[in-house]
């Protein structure tokens, strides 16, 4: 997914809603929108359900395939979470198991590493990046 | 995208940098600055402990950044001659009643249903600007409220606790522009538009929702992992983000269908949308915007501003109908205050009215106020200015004999809504540091 890539009208309209940084009259530093609350929450969930559409299973480019899950959920872990390898073991555990999780729970395997890519986009050192 | 991209890369591309979705514009409102730099970040905001507290009311809190002409159709300014009013007939001077006290203003304020009358004051005072872009220090009382924080964050804050909301901060519904968006403690807040609520707040739609639990299971043993390592503040980013997950699971799904009905932004979908968010109790305050005639420059025969009155005072009337649907007619006061009033001379102001910074009135309706008129009006230079208040009374004294001066008045009617809504008096008066409680405007 590329700058100038149309997002879904969800994540439009979720992005909308967010704060921005900004000056305060008479302030040196920027003010910056640091809470988690329950517009954040929901609102980053639904940008990264709608996300995982557009770069899981998405046709000829996708960027990650269900048919190749470990490689797929290795990068969530390395390179969209940014856990090195030196320390994967658990959040490795976690992903892989909730992708299992959900082809138990009767999902397909796209619709799984769908969720297992919304679950690493969840993730705190995810939401807690910025520019 | 190659493979071997960096995170930041990856992240940039991906989250931060499609489409509409530009990384400035998803970055803000990302926390960042409690991960990347926690000495930037202003204070986390510090509601008050306070018990369950039956007088504590939610806020609904209509401003404009526009400076609409309120102020010159309402009981008050029928006092004396001299003052412009539309022609129009939906415009017509009418007799109203006011807690058993006869006024006058323009037809439609009249037409609300008497309960509703007998609970509404009307607060002339001044707010010490003519200029747009201060909405934002009106809100602050001119500088008055404790850490410059804005009268509804504070109010909100204060009354958290005794509401049992799910946050803290004022909910800004209806800005139209950054000069009417709310600030708590120094924080921008998120501005939420009616029609976009439902999408926000809903769960993602088809197989990822119906595996919203194992994937909540899973996160918190992500947030757990990072937690063993995290320093106080990452901890304490964890901990706020936990709650905000906790908070978006006990929305009621009833609820959330009825927001899924509402497809625009008008100010009925506003009140609309407020009235479900109080069910929800997610804030003490949310912000709306009900156009009450502009910044009507150019106004000829002042018929804009005729006709957004009507249409203004009737989504206050849709309000009360909406309240009283949902059991919440005792529990909500509606205020709305904005950046100043208009010129009233009828010399003047057939045709248009400029911004009136001496001049303004607050329309206040809940069960803790009185219906009634605080306050009133005099002739000053070519126009007219808020005259001085008696604090025990709420009755207008000229020639700034009043103990609460006009330059107090904007922070006597803060004290008057902090105070009416629930919030401590002894907190009011440590909050706002000028003006005084009007006791006559409470019921």
């Known amino acids: 997914m590329r700058v100038g890539t149309t997002v879904s009208r969800t994540v439009q309209l979720v992005v909308a809603v967010l704060p921005s940084d900004q000056y305060s009259r008479g302030a040196e530093q920027a003010v910056l929108a640091n809470d988690p609350n329950l517009f954040f929450r929901t609102g980053l969930e639904n940008i990264c359900a709608s996300l995982a559409g557009q770069l899981v299973d998405a046709g000829s480019t996708t960027r990650w395939s269900s048919t190749s899950p470990d490689p797929a959920i290795a990068d969530f872990v390395h390179v969209l979470i940014g856990i090195e390898k030196a320390r994967d073991t658990m959040p ?21 590493l769908k969720s297992t890519f919304a679950l690493a986009c969840l993730a705190p050192s995810v939401a807690g990046i910025g520019q | 995208m190659t493979m071997d991209a960096s995170r930041r890369e990856l992240l940039i591309r991906t989250l931060f940098g499609a489409g509409m979705l530009g990384l400035r514009s998803l970055a803000t409102g990302i926390p960042l600055s409690i991960l990347a730099d926690p000495r930037r970040a202003l204070g986390a905001g510090s509601a008050t402990a306070c018990p369950p507290n039956a007088a504590a009311q939610y806020i609904l809190f209509s401003s404009s950044g526009d400076g609409d002409p309120v102020n010159a159709n309402v009981p008050g300014a029928y006092a004396m001659t001299g003052i412009a009013h539309p022609t129009d007939p939906t415009m017509a001077p009418t007799s109203l009643m006011l807690a058993g006290k006869q006024y006058t203003a323009a037809a439609p304020w009249a037409l609300l249903p008497q309960a509703m009358l007998d609970r509404t004051c009307f607060f002339h005072h001044g707010t010490y600007t003519n200029d747009h872009s201060d909405l934002s220090e009106v809100m602050r009382l001119q500088g008055f409220v404790l850490q410059r924080d804005m009268l509804v964050s504070m109010i909100a804050a204060q009354l958290a606790g005794c509401l049992g909301t799910v946050q803290s901060e004022p909910l800004a519904l209806g800005p139209r522009s950054s000069s009417e968006s709310l600030t708590a403690q120094g924080r921008p807040q998120p501005i939420l538009s009616p029609a976009a609520l439902a999408g926000v707040l809903s769960p993602p739609a088809g197989p990822l929702g119906q595996i919203q639990q194992i994937r909540d299971a899973d996160l918190d043993r992500l947030n757990a992992w990072f937690k063993q390592n995290g320093s106080s503040a990452q901890r304490d980013f964890l901990d706020r983000y936990a709650t905000s997950q906790q908070q978006a699971r006990s929305i009621s799904q009833s609820l959330l269908n009825t927001l899924a009905n509402i497809t625009d932004n008008s ?13 929800m109790n997610v804030s003490p305050v949310i912000s709306i915007h009900i156009p009450f005639g502009g910044d009507n420059h150019t106004d000829p025969s002042l018929a804009t501003e005729a006709k957004q009155t009507v249409s203004g005072v009737a989504a206050i ?7 009283n649907a949902a059991g919440l007619q005792d529990r909500v006061t509606f205020a709305m205050m904005n950046v100043f009033g208009r010129t009233l001379s009828a010399a003047r102001n057939t045709n248009g009215r400029d911004h009136q910074g001496d001049h303004h009135v607050t329309v206040l309706i809940g069960k803790p106020f009185k219906g009634g008129v605080v306050g009133g009006l005099e002739p000053t230079n070519s126009d007219y200015r808020a005259m001085s ?28 809504l902090a105070a009416g809504c629930g919030v401590d008096r002894g907190f009011v008066d440590q909050d706002i540091r000028r003006g005084k409680l009007v006791a006559g405007a409470l019921a």
Not at chain 2, 267 to 279: E, I, K, T
Not at chain 2, 397 to 411: H, M, N, R, Y
């Open chain 2, 267 to 279: 100010p009925n979908s506003q009140v609309a949308a407020a009235v479900v968010l109080f069910r």
């Open chain 2, 317 to 323: 009337g849709n309000l009360w109908t909406q309240l």
């Open chain 1, 92 to 112: 490795l555990t976690i992903l892989q198991g909730h992708f299992q999780a959900a082809k138990a729970a009767g999902l397909s395997a796209s619709d799984a």
């Open chain 2, 389 to 416: 208040i008696d604090s025990s009374s709420g009755a207008a004294v000229a020639a700034g004999a009043g103990d609460i001066p006009f330059s107090d008045t904007l922070a006597a009617l803060g004290k008057t």
